[in-house]
């Protein structure tokens, strides 16, 4: 029975809904769900390119109202985002195998080794934040330089492609608060909110690889 139990402490939290080993169907439903939507930002990306090669002469002159390196600086807060939205990931599973999932630290504010999903979830947010107010400030600017929607075939893919991929950042947003609203009204946080938060995690993360595909297609490959 001793084995038993150490056994079963040392799963992860991602894993505790599970039976025999067997994956938890909300994580299995999500990665299904997250395939499909990659499939729609391909069909985004395989649109982009065709206009692109049609309109090279376009491409050439609008790519230049782009401010590459505040784009850089504004990728790198969301890819950053992503390392502290998994750290709360291992928070959970730290505390999971200790005997059930913490939400909170344990020590001061200041000793983030002791932080636990919460804080790295609320960091997380903020930096998400931090990129949607840096894309609609970059928005803001390419409007004044006369760059819209309906300005030209490149304003048209360009916002498109970046505008619903910062719906799905809207989205994910959203995700944390309602992940983090739980954590303050339940009176113990369950293993299957934990996988409530990693199945956010998941999202996440597709968000962050997806951003990066399209920062090196509009903003590298000019």
């Not at 894309?135 to 505008?163: D, I, K, P, R, W």
């Amino acid at each position: 029975m001793a084995l038993v139990a150490t056994a079963t402490a040392a799963i992860p939290a991602s894993r505790l809904r599970g039976q025999h080993g067997r994956p938890d169907m909300v994580s299995v439903g999500t990665i299904i769900w997250l395939s499909s939507e990659l499939m729609f930002f391909a069909a985004l990306f395989a649109a982009y390119f065709t206009i692109r090669a049609a309109e090279v002469d376009l491409w050439a002159t609008d790519t230049q109202h782009l401010n590459v390196p505040f784009a850089l600086g504004n990728t790198t807060i969301l890819v950053l985002s992503s390392v502290t939205c998994q750290m709360g990931v291992f928070a959970i599973e730290r505390s999971a195998a200790k005997g059930g999932p913490r939400v909170a630290r344990v020590g001061k504010i200041h000793q983030v080794g002791l932080w636990g999903m919460r804080e790295w979830f609320i960091l997380t947010y903020v930096m998400g934040a931090i990129f949607m107010a840096g894309q609609a400030l970059e928005y803001t600017e390419l409007v004044h330089a006369g760059l819209t929607m309906q300005s030209s075939a490149y304003g048209s893919m360009f916002y498109l492609t970046t505008g619903f991929h910062g719906l799905h950042v809207t989205g994910g947003l959203i995700a944390f608060l309602l992940v983090l609203g739980r954590t303050y009204i339940a009176k113990r946080f369950t293993h299957e909110q934990a996988v409530s938060a990693i199945v956010v995690s998941y999202y996440w993360h597709f968000v962050d690889v997806v951003w990066i595909g399209l920062f090196a297609t509009i903003y590298l490959i000019m």
